[in-house]
């Protein structure tokens, strides 16, 4: 079992960055594919970064690209998701997810592809 707990998550202005973060317990990351969803209010949980059990492979919602940045820190069991030039459609709940893979190339962005879920956190952008 992987225990994933999110951080990070706060009130922004537009324009404005955060960075969050997933601590995991139970299992090491290290063969693990990690991605980020988010869920707005009345909304589908949707794809928003995913990055390879080794670092080398990651894919982004076209909605994020060149904005967001997720990196995974094997040693210290955790996966981050820098996000920058913040707007108010971000705003949601983001929650961090885990798949075991030894595939070097797999960065699934299908939320049912995870089998581990956090419990998310709060981001909420202002205009």
């Known amino acids: 079992q992987v225990q994933l707990v999110e951080s990070g998550g706060g009130l922004v202005q537009a324009g404005g960055s955060l960075r969050l973060s997933c601590a995991a317990s139970?299992?090491?990351?290290?063969?693990?594919?990690m991605g980020w969803f988010r869920q707005a209010p009345g909304k589908e949980r949707e794809f928003v970064a995913a990055v390879s059990w080794n670092g080398g492979s990651t894919r982004y919602a076209d909605s994020v690209k060149g904005r967001f940045t997720i990196s995974k820190d094997n040693a210290n069991n955790a996966v981050y998701l820098q996000m920058n030039s913040l707007k108010p459609e971000d705003t949601a709940g983001y929650y961090c997810?885990?798949?075991?893979?030894?595939?070097?190339?797999?960065?699934?962005?299908?939320?049912?592809?995870?089998?581990?879920w956090g419990q998310g956190t709060q981001v909420t952008v202002s205009a």
């Open positions: 139970g299992r090491t990351l290290s063969s693990y594919a």
């Open positions: 997810a885990a798949v075991s893979t030894q595939s070097s190339g797999y960065v699934p962005y299908i939320p049912r592809s995870y089998n581990y």
